[in-house]
């Protein structure tokens, strides 16, 4: 049985997982490198080179702003979905009442593509002869691992668990506690529980012994730790582990009040419900309005990001704050204990262990965090830095992934082919095109020796290139206006005219996307390739006075 | 979405597969021309920037919305007839050759006005200019008495009198010795009590001259003096140099003997010494160090009777220039001009050399040593460009090195040499009689007597916005003068 894990490899098994964790880093460097060397010693091929690249990326661009903006049309749509109400009439159809059927609507053009979508839900569920537990079964797992958290930044997520559709008799809340942490992040726990308890089905407070064997110190083994505890608990309370959806959350997580109704609802449509991740659409909407621009933007970018991955379930990895069958869960072997990017290991561990046969379904409903804010702007700098270096981190399943390929019999070439490209690709891209877009793509001109500064090519690429830029200026503008509806609106303390100033910080992109996108990449490929491995940092976040 | 992301994807892809060998034969220079033989044509641009910028461009017939700077796409190759129209200014026109997959550039077309931006400087007359090269400074000579000698700087605009009222006011100047790049002067005035040796700075903020005649034993040749420094003074007298110190007023005599010439860098004298012997001496005469040890090339070059003027420019470019006109250099062919040579400016950043003989100004270009696929170094390349002189007594570089200034006689031309064909001449003004001009790149402008009343005037060359400012540091000269003093 494939161990998705890189500890105790041997042999040709860790030849491998050095060969792959080589491989992301090493290509990264080549690329930007040969790149800067060709512009000095083959200006004109750098010049052609370049230009092809720019026109690659302002077709992806294209491509990309289309499905952000299909993807937010979507999640527009379903703002104002009765997902309770859906939940009903699935109830009704698995206890072979009636046929839900939608009110047509006169005047509610979103509420109709709602229905149509749900129609088409239904009629693949009704074909899959799987029917779902009734929704009265159902209960949903909430796992918040806490390490250094203060009451203030967890406190809210459990209130957002309160505030929400579903009802809160149905969840079961687990304050995941390291042992490491200090007696008041312990005692805010305690505090939590006795407060809240009444409120859920129950709600538990669990403490991560320190160096157990095989663990390292990174949230997926205290998170895997409190899922144990969970299964032991569901298994006294005789509570079927294939009706429970477990949510594992960051500590400052706070849901859209449709959250629970809304996963209750994807579950249960879906006919492979226990060989699923249900992924949100995170925001980071908490503090967004408190923290730097170039920080806001940034977030937003990765608002976007999960928007689009949303268009493509078939190629959809978990990100983040996410749920999941907890059954599946626990036949995997829950979340990895010895690695750092558990929100996208736990997808890949449970795709391979499933060989293929598991899936993330796409919601279409949020999930806010905080923006890793720290107070000052050179503080926050730092600690974005390094958030998204973690984020970045999530190379490490790469080489993972690649062996887990190789071992598998059952997963067709193709399909094996298609994810591998999409996750290399993918991480490629993240650590390299801000460079070539911003920096190297100006080289072949200023080393332009006599020899290249006489040809057409010097005197057209830079023509091409800002047409390109102008085009894609067409997406900035459409991402602006994303960004701005997506922007809460029900802090009404900041004026309009300073949203408006939102929509010039997005300038702010060839900047940030070196110094806070390319860069931490770069390093965490780089860190991967030299097998510095990193340990597990918790980004600090702070509540706004 | 799945099926309508796949479609949008290959149509995508499509879109990627035709673009891009599209984009990329047209960044190269390739067209599709309805009705040529192939269809598919590689062309050329011509590139122009004007100074001032904003001028209308008329190719052949055709006018263009752009204007300069700009760069003009898809010309099949050939000859085109290129106009430049800008409000108040001469148009400017040329032809020019179009290559496939080549640029033709013409980056530094200066744009003369029709009408002249003059600026009178001073009210009184004068009857002598005496500009010092790569400093702020012009003297000027409202007669002969020591009174009468004024300075100007052409980067205060301001005039003020090069000494002090003294009693030697009314003495008479009889030679003026000044170095380039330095802000001192010597002045030789001879009144009742004999002849005296004057040494001043030339700031506004100036000391009192120092009256160095004690130094001078005997009446020297030349003085000279290293740029940048005012400790040391050197006097030529017949074939041997003395040192003579400003600081404790000494004399070293015979500090070099055997002189056949001599010039300075910053740090070091330079020596042609006996007939075989060319060395690098320190300011303190303890470190020399040889750098020539060919006998027969030294007869060769500087022969024996001859005496050469050598001037520092790098480690890897010294000039010799004999008084016969002779130049030679340290790179080969070495010798460069046989004879004639009245002088010479270097534009440095360019590495050429604009030299002038009597009637001739030539250019020499000692970047391009090398081309690619060439066995046979050239070493520098002089082109004669103009030969119609009548009596050139200066050339300056101008604009980079895309004009040449120079005065023939009293008229002040400018000869462009940003062409493709022959240079384009431009008569710009006549000057006074005998007096010399000067140009200084960093005002683009030149400084001259006015021909008619003697003023001092100066007239713009080269707009103000088509410079580079990249202002001197005032502490310069305070700067260089700790470095020789740390000798």
């Not at chain 1, 098994?13 to 290509?27: A, K, S, V, W, Y």
């Not at chain 2, 007669?143 to 000494?163: C, F, H, I, N, R």
């Not at chain 2, 462009?416 to 022959?422: D, H, I, K, P, R």
Request: net charge positive; hydrophobic share 45%.
């Amino acid at each position: 049985m494939f161990q998705y894990s890189r500890q105790y490899l041997k042999g040709k098994e860790l030849l491998r997982e050095r060969l792959f964790e080589t491989l992301p880093g090493l290509t990264s460097w080549t690329l930007l490198v040969g790149l800067f060397l060709i512009s000095f010693w083959k200006p004109v091929l750098a010049a052609v080179v370049i230009i092809l690249f720019d026109f690659y990326w302002l077709l992806r661009l294209f491509y990309l702003t289309l499905f952000l903006a299909l993807s937010f049309l979507r999640l527009y749509v379903e703002e104002q979905t009765d997902w309770m109400g859906r939940i009903k009439k699935i109830d009704r159809l698995v206890e072979g009442r009636d046929r839900p059927s939608h009110q047509p609507s006169r005047w509610r053009w979103r509420q109709e593509i709602s229905n149509w979508i749900c129609s088409r839900e239904v009629q693949k569920l009704e074909e899959s002869g799987l029917p779902p537990p009734s929704s009265k079964d159902i209960y949903h797992l909430v796992i918040i691992p806490m390490v250094k958290e203060a009451r203030k930044i967890v406190e809210p997520g459990i209130e957002s668990h309160l505030k929400g559709s579903f009802p809160p008799e149905n969840i079961i809340v687990v304050l995941a506690v390291e042992e490491r942490a200090q007696e008041e992040v312990k005692r805010s726990a305690m505090e939590l529980q006795e407060e809240y308890r009444s409120c859920f089905y129950d709600f538990l407070v669990t403490i991560h012994p320190e160096n157990l064997p095989g663990e390292a110190g990174v949230k997926g083994a205290n998170a895997a730790f409190a899922a144990k505890k969970a299964d032991e608990y569901f298994a006294s309370k005789k509570i079927p582990v294939a009706n429970v959806i477990v949510s594992c959350f960051d500590a400052d997580t706070v849901v859209d009040k449709n959250y629970f109704a809304c996963l209750t609802y994807s579950f249960m449509v879906c006919p492979h419900r226990n060989r699923a991740s249900f992924q949100p659409i995170p925001v980071y909407h908490n503090n967004i309005w408190n923290v730097p621009g170039f920080a806001r933007v940034l977030e937003m970018g990765a608002s976007f990001f999960q928007l689009t991955e949303a268009t493509q379930p078939d190629k959809l990895v978990t990100f983040s704050s996410h749920s999941m069958s907890f059954k599946a869960l626990k036949d995997v072997g829950y979340w990895p204990v010895d690695m750092v990017s558990d929100d996208s290991a736990i997808f890949w561990k449970a795709y391979l262990y499933f060989e293929g046969d598991y899936r993330a379904i796409p919601m279409y409903v949020t999930l806010s965090m905080d923006v890793a804010d720290a107070g000052s702007w050179w503080k926050t700098s730092m600690n974005v830095y390094k958030q998204k270096r973690r984020w970045a981190w999530g190379v490490e399943n790469f080489p993972i992934v690649m062996r887990g390929f190789l071992n598998s019999k059952k997963l067709p070439l193709y399909q094996k082919l298609r994810l591998a490209v999409k996750l290399f690709e993918g991480h490629i891209a993240w650590a390299t095109w801000p460079l070539i877009l911003v920096v190297i793509g100006w080289l072949p001109a200023f080393f332009a020796a006599q020899e290249f500064s006489s040809t057409v090519l010097y005197y057209t690429a830079p023509r091409i290139s800002a047409l390109i830029f102008n085009f894609a200026s067409l997406s900035l503008v459409t991402t602006i206006v994303v960004s701005l509806c997506l922007l809460p609106k029900k802090k009404v303390k900041h004026s309009f005219f300073r949203k408006t100033l939102h929509a010039f910080e997005w300038l702010l992109i060839p900047v940030v996307a070196v110094f806070f996108s390319a860069l931490p990449a770069l390093d965490a490929q780089t860190r991967l390739m030299l097998g510095k491995y990193m340990e597990f940092w918790v980004t600090e976040k702070r509540k706004a006075k | 979405m799945l099926l309508f992301r796949r479609i949008v994807f290959y149509l995508f892809l499509t879109v990627f597969l035709i673009g891009a060998p599209l984009i990329v034969f047209y960044a190269l220079g390739y067209i599709y021309k309805p009705g040529e033989e192939k269809g598919i044509v590689k062309t050329g641009v011509v590139y122009l920037s004007s100074a001032p910028p904003g001028a209308t461009i008329y190719v052949g017939k055709r006018r263009y919305y752009e204007k300069t700077p700009a760069t003009i796409r898809e010309l099949l190759a050939g000859e085109y007839p290129i106009k430049l129209v800008l409000k108040d200014y001469i148009p400017w026109i040329q032809s020019v050759s179009v290559e496939q997959g080549k640029a033709t550039v013409l980056d530094k077309i200066l744009l003369r006005p029709r009408k002249k931006n003059m600026t009178r400087l001073t009210e009184r007359r004068y009857q002598r200019l005496i500009p010092i090269a790569l400093t702020e400074y012009l003297l000027l000579e409202r007669g002969t008495a020591l009174g009468q000698m004024e300075v100007y700087s052409w980067e205060k605009d301001v005039t003020w009198p090069m000494l002090p009222k003294s009693v030697l006011s009314k003495a008479k100047v009889t030679k003026v010795y000044t170095e380039e790049d330095s802000p001192y002067a010597i002045l030789r005035a001879a009144d009742k009590g004999g002849e005296r040796y004057l040494w001043t700075k030339l700031s506004k903020e100036r000391e009192k001259a120092q009256d160095i005649t004690d130094l001078f034993v005997e009446k020297p040749d030349k003085i000279d003096w290293p740029p940048g420094q005012s400790r040391y003074l050197f006097s030529f007298h017949g074939n041997y140099l003395n040192r003579l110190d400003l600081d404790s007023m000494t004399v070293m005599p015979k500090f070099a003997e055997q002189i056949q010439g001599y010039g300075f860098s910053a740090r070091e004298l330079y020596v042609l010494q006996g007939e075989d012997t060319f060395a690098r001496v320190d300011f303190a005469g303890k470190s020399v160090k040889s750098l020539m040890k060919d006998s027969s090339l030294f007869q060769i070059l500087f022969g024996a009777d001859d005496f050469f003027s050598i001037h520092v420019f790098s480690d890897d470019l010294i000039l010799f220039l004999g008084d016969d006109g002779k130049l030679v250099t340290n790179r080969l062919p070495y010798e460069l001009v046989e004879r004639g040579v009245l002088g010479f400016d270097i534009e440095k950043r360019e590495q050429r050399l604009v030299i002038w003989t009597q009637d001739s100004l030539g250019v020499i270009d000692f970047s391009s040593d090398v081309k690619r696929g060439d066995i046979f170094q050239r070493g520098p390349q002089l082109r004669w460009v103009y030969k119609e002189g009548r009596d050139i007594k200066d050339a300056f570089w101008v604009y980079q090195d895309a004009y040449i200034l120079f005065q023939d006689r009293n008229d002040v031309f400018l000869l462009e040499l940003e062409t493709l064909g022959n240079p384009n001449l431009y008569e710009l003004l006549a000057v006074k009689k005998h007096a010399p001009v000067h140009y200084v790149e960093k005002t683009g402008r030149l400084y001259y007597l006015d021909e008619k009343s003697g003023r001092l005037a100066s007239l713009e060359v080269v707009p103000k916005q088509a410079l580079i400012d990249i202002p001197l540091p005032r502490t310069e000269e305070e700067r260089k003068e700790k470095k020789v003093q740390g000798l």
